[in-house]
Nanobody
Framework: VQLQASGGGLVQPGGSLRLSCAAS??????MDWYRQAPGLQRVLVAS???????GYADSVKGRFTISRDNAKNMVYLQMYNLKPEDTAVYYC?????????WGQGTLVTVSS
């Protein structure tokens, strides 16, 4: 499986961005968004099951929304009310059995 993330950029605090992740084939497992800030470990931000069940890190609850379009093999992360601490490289991720797949990452910078 190949994952291609896009949609990052520079945004002011309080702004919004929508990240997209395109998969090369149908994904039957959870799809996730992780992020990695400079000098920190990569952490799980949001996850969505095949049926649409979602989960979020406490730091983004109420501000981020994960969704997926199974027909298009896409997963999205809509981010609202962005804060400087949301600055990170964002990665989409999935698993297939024992294997993990990562997108290449897209940089989100929140700064005035």
């Amino acid at each position: 499986v190949q994952l291609q993330a896009s949609g990052g950029g520079l945004v002011q605090p309080g702004g919004s961005l929508r990240l997209s992740c395109a998969a090369s084939r149908r994904i039957f497992n959870n799809m996730d968004w992780y992020r990695q800030a400079p000098g920190l470990q990569r952490v799980l931000v949001a996850s969505i099951s095949l049926s649409g069940g979602t989960g979020y890190a406490d730091s983004v609850k109420g501000r981020f929304t994960i969704s997926r379009d199974n027909a298009k093999n896409m997963v999205y992360l809509q981010m609202y009310n962005l804060k400087p601490e949301d600055t990170a490289v964002y990665y989409c991720h999935t698993r297939a059995g024992p294997l993990e797949y990562w997108g290449q990452g897209t940089l989100v910078t929140v700064s005035s």
